[in-house]
């Protein structure tokens, strides 16, 4: 079956560095573009960041712009999220996820594949 797990997340200050990984297996991780998500206490689950099978097209929420990287090693089948200057409103339990069809979507009702999550958490 389709597994998404995420690694990588820690406790971190202000200003500082984290890079998510998500090991994809069970599905053709080349066809599929990927997602994360994040969603911190108490507030719905939001866009973060979109990378399409090639890795050619990305796209951000605003507030991680200039920020966020997401990136993919196909040979790896693996997707990361590096993340600098990091906030105390980055703190989250950061999910990636999987979408099939290739809609590049925004919505979380886009995807079809969900990892567990990793908890961020950015101190001041």
């Known amino acids: 079956q389709v597994q998404l797990v995420e690694s990588g997340g820690g406790l971190v200050q202000a200003g500082g560095s984290l890079r998510l990984s998500c090991a994809a297996s069970?599905?053709?991780?080349?066809?599929?573009?990927m997602g994360w998500f994040r969603q911190a206490p108490g507030k719905e689950r939001e866009f973060v960041a979109t990378?399409?099978?090639?890795?050619?097209?990305?796209n951000y929420t605003d507030s991680v712009k200039d920020r966020f990287t997401i990136s993919r090693d196909n040979a790896k089948n693996t997707m990361y999220l590096q993340m600098n200057s990091l906030k105390p409103e980055d703190t989250a339990v950061y999910y990636c996820?999987?979408?099939?069809?290739?809609?590049?979507?925004?919505?979380?009702?886009?995807?079809?594949?969900w990892g567990q999550g990793t908890q961020v958490t950015v101190s001041s």
């Open positions: 996820a999987a979408d099939r069809y290739g809609r590049y979507g925004t919505s979380g009702d886009e995807y079809d594949y």
């Open positions: 990378v399409i099978w090639s890795g050619g097209y990305t």
């Open positions: 069970g599905l053709t991780f080349r066809a599929y573009t």
